[in-house]
């Protein structure tokens, strides 16, 4: 059962006031309407960073989670049978879009990682298609977990160390897909914990640095945008774990 918000939390004041402030809020409440609620949420994921207190809205506004994570789980069926179609996965992007939303507000960050919120994308990740429709929801939902790493939280790592998402799929996807990977990864590994668990364990160090080695070596080299930007985080990943004492002594 999905857990709204027990206590929501007190608003705060409008940073960047919103002009269609009140027209955000009747969309949120119009979400579970049967005849414009598909309408509504590919409004709001589209005007979702024009408002600072759509986190607030969608968290506290009773059968919102629900409806959202209703369209994420519709997506599992057609994702395992092979049957994607352009409609449901534009419109669990769109919910993914919203999720994001509520991972990168300060406010709303931890009760959406207490509710265990991000698990519910855990299958996309998990995905091993290229295929266009594939890669839009792996690419949607590795956003979100980068919402969540990128401030430093040792509660956030703690999560996602929990739930084992170690985003390992990271050799899967385009440029833009595994930069955003490797990102969560190094986030995760400038966390003391984070990478005590990566070397707790052979296997899981292994995991991580072939896929970091594979990256390397399948590189698209003509992707002159996210290119520098993967390499800064491949090479990150390496420096972290260069760091580690008990590693450094038995090269």
Same mark, same amino acid.
């Given at each position: 059962?999905?857990?709204e918000?027990?206590?929501?939390?007190?608003?705060p004041?409008?940073?960047?006031?919103?002009?269609? =402030?009140?027209?955000?809020?009747?969309?949120?409440?119009? &979400?579970?309407s049967?005849?414009i609620? *598909?309408?509504?949420?590919?409004?709001?994921?589209?005007?979702?960073h024009?408002?600072? &207190?759509?986190?607030? !809205?969608?968290?506290?506004?009773?059968?919102?989670m629900?409806?959202?994570?209703?369209v994420i789980?519709?997506?599992?069926?057609?994702?395992?049978?092979?049957? =994607?179609?352009e409609r449901?996965?534009?419109?669990?992007c769109?919910?993914?879009?919203?999720?994001?939303?509520l991972?990168s507000?300060?406010?709303?960050?931890?009760? !959406?990682?207490?509710?265990?919120?991000?698990?519910?994308l855990?299958?996309?990740?998990k995905?091993?298609?290229?295929e +266009?429709?594939?890669?839009r929801?792996?690419?949607a939902?590795l956003?979100?977990?980068?919402?969540?790493?990128?401030?430093?939280?040792? $509660?956030?790592?703690?999560?996602l160390?929990?739930? $084992?998402?170690?985003?390992?799929?990271?050799?899967?996807?385009?440029?833009?897909?595994?930069?955003?990977a490797?990102?969560?990864?190094?986030?995760?590994?400038?966390?003391?914990?984070?990478l005590n668990?990566?070397?707790?364990m052979?296997? +899981?160090?292994?995991?991580?640095?072939?896929?970091?080695?594979n990256m390397? $070596?399948?590189?698209?080299?003509?992707?002159?945008?996210? &290119?520098p930007? &993967?390499?800064?985080?491949?090479?990150g990943?390496?420096?972290?774990?260069?760091?580690? *004492? +008990?590693?450094?002594?038995?090269?």
């Amino acid at each position: 059962m999905v857990r709204e918000a027990a206590s929501p939390p007190s608003f705060p004041p409008i940073r960047n006031p919103c002009i269609n =402030l009140l027209q955000i809020y009747r969309l949120v409440r119009q &979400l579970r309407s049967l005849e414009i609620g *598909e309408q509504c949420l590919d409004l709001l994921s589209k005007n979702r960073h024009s408002c600072n &207190l759509l986190a607030f !809205f969608l968290w506290c506004s009773p059968g919102s989670m629900r409806l959202l994570l209703l369209v994420i789980t519709s997506a599992y069926r057609p994702l395992v049978s092979n049957r =994607l179609s352009e409609r449901v996965v534009r419109r669990t992007c769109n919910a993914i879009g919203l999720f994001q939303t509520l991972a990168s507000h300060p406010d709303t960050k931890m009760s !959406f990682i207490r509710a265990s919120m991000p698990e519910y994308l855990y299958a996309f990740l998990k995905t091993r298609s290229r295929e +266009r429709n594939y890669e839009r929801l792996r690419f949607a939902s590795l956003v979100v977990i980068g919402s969540l790493v990128e401030v430093d939280n040792p $509660e956030v790592v703690d999560y996602l160390l929990a739930t $084992e998402m170690f985003p390992c799929c990271m050799e899967i996807g385009t440029t833009f897909s595994k930069t955003v990977a490797t990102f969560i990864i190094y986030r995760i590994l400038l966390n003391e914990k984070g990478l005590n668990y990566l070397l707790s364990m052979p296997e +899981r160090y292994l995991v991580v640095t072939h896929c970091l080695e594979n990256m390397v $070596e399948i590189l698209d080299v003509e992707d002159e945008e996210y &290119l520098p930007h &993967l390499l800064k985080n491949i090479i990150g990943c390496y420096l972290r774990i260069s760091e580690n *004492e +008990r590693l450094a002594n038995s090269t």
